[in-house]
């Protein structure tokens, strides 16, 4: 054994100590001692730098050089080259910055997580279980919402005290994806304005052809149902102020009769769901539905109709041969003789506060074109977010009905919402487990939508009371 | 005799410089250094999380922003609601199944220890499905239980109608055996692995002396190989409650919880990221593994009165 002299111990130890002191001082590079310097509540103006409403895509800095990582959810279109094309179209107009995708599949909580270290990247889509009173913690403010509010639909989605700190990527009308020629050969000619109306039309499909799906719930996918809670809000109500400003400070929110009727209000859509599972409209097993196989299946016309936003059109379009058959109705609820159809943003995109000044200016202008230029919302069958582009073909139907898009909070009870749900444990539009609660109690009748309700008040009033602003 | 340099009728104290050159200094020295990254790593990525989460359990907050202390109201909340104990309850559908893993691993294990035609084969047959991801075992057996596919199909095979057969994964009064025995399914190989290492330890010599004495194989099993192996048996045993008790990927991956599969760690996930209630998940983890202190304490106390029963019999 070689003899452990001091000279060999010394350059063993040096060495660990080296190791140890570089391993300290890895990954975060991106971030600037406090050059930032912007404050919550003003534009993105410190040291002179444009806010996003004064750039101009395409003539202002087109030398600028910036490596960009974008965190997005929409692995697909990562992977089918979608996003490198809008990538190489705007390199022609910016030919030193280069964008970096990074898809993530389980967005909300992995990017939630990802946003306490500061170095995440320099674009992602902002996560909606952030508190918008905390939106500054992580995301630069880009400019005011009165800039903007005129020329975009949607502005107000991530914006708090006056600034916007996410653009909307695209706008998602609340309806139902249905097969036309399903329907038609089942015998409706008008499609359903109540929750009744619907229910008997799915019976019309069952009666037609048994081996259709007339409702296929895609329970076991999970967000799926968590789509449901959607159309709770503008589309049952028709008040932009329900979901987060009067829902949060109502007792008993959920009870049948809300609005002075039995068929509107939040009741009225989860009645929709029981009573389908209940009457044997579903699908037989829904514990092993399967996502990706339903979209040629609605194609191919054995699924007549299935509850998802206005993204899912192209999805299922693109699924199968018969892309002419998918149809796009409104929600099958009329408020006091007018039928509501709720809008909102889709995932808006955010910029990294502490990153570089020149990727922010980059990220901007990137958002920009993207929002402006690359028709980004056309293509994927949304709501456009600039008010004078046109809507896509399927949303025809959607002609003549309202767009209710969900109002943000004032500043006094902003997140109230957010406290309510969490506290009560409904997060609406981010849990499952309470809308599969409403399947299960179908199937196997172990207790009734009049009993699940009486529990979500139970705990929404108690929440209510705790979380009531002083 | 050993080298006396060092040793003198008056034994002087060492200054610290002659002991950090000698032999004994040294060892001590190349110890520590070696132990020093190990021992960061542990409490980096497992004492300092267990104590920061024992410290949430007392507040009431989210991941991100502020939080309020709140004392012991996320324990007593954890006693009151309905869910959290309802979750523990199932678990002792795994419980038993962890019993009827541990049987089928002694056999398999016993089996394939001796003689056996293809008993590599079977070894690394068995083995398998640990090594593959529970995601995906979860989503393929989310098909293999679909109506009408997988395995109706094979038990219509054997004969069953398929129009019998109950739905495996909505039927709640079956689902979470079904469950319970996907888990097995993809966890047993380890425990084969285990205990044919420990049987192969037994001296064959004992087998002779048995089969001289006219013992049959089942003699051999219980009076040879389980004394000889029951320090490994009785802690698969106690791996086996805790892991039972904190069942989290069969349920989560196949059912998402649903049709009353929620266990307690499926419902603790719920509470912690999505109703962002971080005090209580901390709580309830710390509720849960007082109780698996509790559980294996009683099983070692078992065991012990079992031992002192029947002292006497060679181990």
């Given at each position: 054994m070689r003899k452990i002299n001091r000279r060999n111990f010394l350059k063993a130890t040096g060495?660990?100590?080296?190791?140890?002191?570089?391993a300290a001082c890895g990954g975060s590079s991106t971030s600037t001692a406090g050059s930032t310097g912007s404050t919550a509540g003003s534009a993105a103006g410190a040291d002179g730098a444009k806010a996003y409403n004064e750039l101009t895509v395409g003539t202002d800095n087109t030398d600028l050089k910036a490596d960009l990582k974008f965190v997005s959810h929409r692995t697909d279109l990562i992977e089918d080259g979608?996003?490198?094309?809008?990538?190489?179209?705007?390199?022609?107009?910016?030919?030193?910055?280069?964008?970096?995708?990074?898809?993530?599949t389980d967005y909300a909580t992995d990017m939630t997580t990802r946003l306490t270290s500061n170095d995440w990247g320099d674009l992602c889509m902002i996560p909606t279980n952030i508190p918008l009173t905390e939106l500054g913690d992580y995301f630069e403010p880009l400019c005011a919402l009165s800039d903007i509010e005129n020329e975009y639909n949607f502005a107000s989605n991530r914006a708090y005290n006056g600034s916007v700190y996410g653009i909307p990527s695209t706008g998602n009308a609340q309806g139902i994806v249905y097969n036309k020629k399903v329907f038609e050969a089942a015998g409706i000619t008008t499609l359903p304005k109540?929750?009744?109306?619907?229910?008997?039309?799915?019976?019309?499909?069952?009666?037609?052809?048994?081996?259709?799906?007339?409702?296929?719930?895609?329970?076991?996918?999970?967000?799926?149902?968590?789509?449901?809670?959607?159309?709770?809000?503008?589309?049952?109500t028709g008040d932009p102020n329900?979901?987060?400003?009067?829902?949060?400070?109502?007792?008993?929110?959920?009870?049948?009769?809300?609005?002075?009727?039995?068929?509107?209000?939040?009741?009225?859509v989860y009645y929709i769901l029981y009573e389908a599972v209940k009457r044997g409209l579903t699908e037989a097993d829904p514990t092993t539905t399967d996502w990706e196989g339903s979209k040629p299946r609605i194609n191919n016309g054995q699924i007549g109709a299935m509850v998802l936003g206005s993204w899912a059109i192209v999805q299922m379009q693109a699924a199968g041969d018969h892309a002419d058959d998918i149809g796009y109705m409104p929600f099958p609820i009329t408020v006091k003789g007018t039928q509501y159809a709720s809008a909102g943003a889709d995932y808006c995109y955010g910029v990294n506060k502490n990153t570089t000044d020149d990727k922010k200016l980059a990220a901007m202008l990137y958002i920009k074109w993207l929002t402006e230029s690359s028709n980004f919302a056309y293509d994927q069958g949304g709501v456009p977010v600039l008010k004078s582009q046109e809507y896509p073909d399927t949303l025809k139907a959607f002609d003549g009905i309202d767009?209710?898009?969900?109002?943000?909070?004032?500043?006094?009870?902003?997140?109230?919402?957010?406290?309510?749900?969490?506290?009560?444990?409904?997060?609406?539009?981010?849990?499952?487990?309470?809308?599969?609660?409403?399947?299960?109690?179908?199937?196997?009748?172990?207790?009734?939508?009049?009993?699940?309700?009486?529990?979500?008040?139970?705990?929404w009033d108690a929440a209510v009371d705790a979380c009531a602003p002083q | 005799m050993a080298s006396s340099a060092t040793v003198s009728a008056p034994k002087k104290r060492k200054s610290f410089s002659e002991y950090f050159h000698s032999m004994r200094g040294q060892q001590l020295i190349v110890t520590l250094v070696f132990l020093f990254v190990p021992l960061v790593l542990l409490f980096m990525f497992t004492y300092l999380p267990f104590f920061k989460m024992v410290e949430f359990s007392f507040f009431k907050m989210k991941y991100i922003g502020r939080r309020t202390f709140v004392g012991l109201q996320n324990y007593i909340s954890v006693f009151t609601r309905k869910d959290?104990?309802?979750?523990?309850?199932?678990?002792?559908?795994?419980?038993?199944?962890?019993?009827?893993?541990?049987?089928?691993?002694?056999?398999?294990?016993?089996?394939?220890?001796?003689?056996?035609?293809?008993?590599?084969?079977?070894?690394?047959?068995?083995?398998?499905?640990?090594l593959i991801c529970g995601i995906s075992v979860g989503f393929i057996f989310k098909f293999f239980f679909t109506h009408g596919f997988v395995l109706d199909t094979l038990l219509s095979w054997v004969g069953f109608n398929v129009d019998k057969l109950p739905f495996w994964l909505r039927d709640e009064s079956i689902n979470n055996v079904v469950l319970v025995a996907c888990s097995i399914w993809k966890y047993i190989g380890q425990n084969i692995v285990?205990?044919?290492?420990?049987?192969?330890?037994?001296?064959?010599?004992?087998?002779?002396?048995?089969?001289?004495?006219?013992?049959?194989?089942?003699?051999?099993?219980?009076?040879?190989?389980?004394?000889?192996?029951?320090?490994?048996?009785?802690?698969?045993?106690?791996?086996?409650?805790?892991?039972?008790?904190?069942?989290?990927?069969?349920?989560?991956?196949?059912?998402?919880?649903?049709?009353?599969?929620?266990?307690?760690?499926?419902?603790?996930?719920?509470?912690?990221?999505?109703?962002?209630?971080?005090?209580?998940?901390?709580?309830?983890?710390?509720?849960?593994?007082?109780?698996?202190?509790?559980?294996?304490?009683?099983?070692k106390a078992v065991e012990k009165w079992l031992e002192n029963r029947s002292s006497g019999v060679t181990k």
């Open positions: 060495v660990l100590a080296a190791a140890s002191a570089l979608t996003f490198d094309g809008y990538v190489a179209a705007f390199q022609k107009l910016y030919p030193n910055i280069t964008i970096k995708y990074e898809g993530i109540t929750p009744d109306e619907f229910l008997d039309d799915l019976q019309k499909i069952k009666d037609y052809d048994p081996s259709i799906d007339p409702l296929y719930t895609n329970y076991a996918a999970g967000w799926t149902m968590t789509a449901w809670d959607a159309y709770t809000s503008g589309g049952a329900w979901m987060n400003i009067t829902m949060p400070q109502t007792k008993d929110p959920f009870q049948k009769g809300i609005l002075g009727a039995d068929d509107m209000g939040p009741y009225a767009l209710v898009e969900d109002a943000p909070a004032p500043a006094e009870l902003a997140d109230l919402a957010t406290e309510v749900q969490q506290e009560a444990e409904l997060m609406l539009n981010a849990d499952q487990t309470h809308v599969m609660r409403v399947v299960e109690a179908g199937i196997n009748g172990d207790e009734t939508l009049d009993d699940i309700v009486a529990d979500w008040n139970a705990a | 959290c104990f309802h979750a523990l309850s199932l678990s002792l559908y795994y419980m038993a199944g962890s019993v009827v893993q541990m049987a089928l691993a002694l056999l398999f294990a016993t089996i394939l220890s001796f003689k056996c035609k293809g008993s590599k084969f079977f070894r690394g047959a068995l083995y398998f499905p640990c285990m205990f044919i290492g420990a049987i192969a330890s037994v001296d064959p010599v004992l087998y002779e002396a048995a089969e001289i004495d006219g013992a049959n194989a089942w003699h051999r099993f219980k009076d040879i190989i389980l004394p000889s192996i029951s320090t490994i048996v009785v802690l698969n045993l106690i791996i086996s409650v805790s892991g039972a008790l904190s069942a989290f990927e069969m349920p989560y991956v196949v059912t998402g919880g649903g049709f009353n599969t929620s266990t307690y760690f499926v419902v603790m996930d719920k509470i912690a990221h999505t109703d962002q209630k971080v005090g209580l998940a901390s709580a309830m983890a710390v509720v849960l593994l007082l109780l698996i202190v509790i559980v294996t304490y009683a099983q």
